[in-house]
């Protein structure tokens, strides 16, 4: 017995440490006010759960302008330090993407690993990308949030000397690093192209063979996979976290009428979704634009269900998707109401186009986890691609 206990003692847990994180949130004259910096910070630290680690506590700030040195007042990076005795923390998130300056000056300040909302976005990608497309499109994102943060990386080889002939170690895997990243990035944006074209020849045969297309689009964790499994009967995963689903799915479905169409699932929108992803996944992106009409699903019963679908309206803009034709689908109906009667009454009620700001015809009200109203979402989808 007392060998077996010795024999014990020599193994060791492999399980990964669970990182602890500190949340840090700026409300400032230049932020989006749409979005309070508590309802951004909620959301911040659903992504950061959803990454793998604990939220230990959050810290917020008003400024006018966020510091170009360090993003927060040093008043606030005090706080933050004093703060890591009560409750310790290994990892600072902030709800803004820093600049490469304000990233090394809160590391060096707090001893701590600090990032922002876009390495964290990138890492739950990464996590989720399945395919061969997804990968390439997360990677491509991640080498180019790198490339302009590789300065300090090499800060331990410092400079040997000044003067004619002298260059330090640092300096010069500085520059290979960033000429490996180019290449890399290079070679990247080469395969998508590649993937792009590839998926561009599919549409096309598409076309030619007259079959509309619907493509879902919405926030994330607005249900659109559970809508997608619920018309498909596939069995696309849903998860109730931040962008379970990453690369699209296709599927054909036949409708009542007989009449056939292709509906795409898509990645979903978030707030303060940086410029760089959206340009990284523009080949799968691309899918929206060919679709003869979006489905467009909204949380219904999400607090900030305006400021969601905002958003998304916010996103299609950008991709020049605004005139898209588009239902909007109210989802989650199941978690407000009692029964698919209720839901059907409520469909009833004579919506005018000034009290919700949308063409009454252009609504759906259904539940897609439990079935409610999916029969009339389609009915509307048969009428429009009847036009």
Known sequence: MAQEGQIRQKFFTTKAKIEQAFLVGVQSKTSNHDWPVTDSLQELSYLTKTAGADVVGILTQKLDVPSPTYYIGKGKIGELIDLKEQTPYDTVVFDDELSPRQ???????????????TALILHIFARKARTHEGKLQVELAQHQYLLPRLVGQWRHLERLGAGIGTRGPGEAQLETDRRLIHK?????????????KHRALYRRRRKERGTPIVALVGYTNAGKSTL????????????????????PVTRRLTLPTGQQFLITDTVGFIHKLPPSIIAAFRATLEELDEADFLLHLVDITHRNAANQCLTVEKILSELNLENKPKITVFNKLDLALNSEAELKALATIPYSEEEIAL??????LISAAKGWGVDKLLDKIARYLGR
């Open 103 to 117: 990233q090394r000056n809160l590391e060096e300040a707090l001893g701590v690993k600090v990032i922002d909302r």
């Open 184 to 196: 890399r990035i290079s070679l990247l944006q080469r395969k998508i192209e590649s993937v792009r």
């Open 228 to 247: 997608f499994n619920a018309l498909s009967k596939s069995g696309v995963d849903v998860e109730d976290k931040l962008f379970s689903t990453l690369d």
């Open 359 to 364: 063409p009454s015809e252009g609504i759906a």
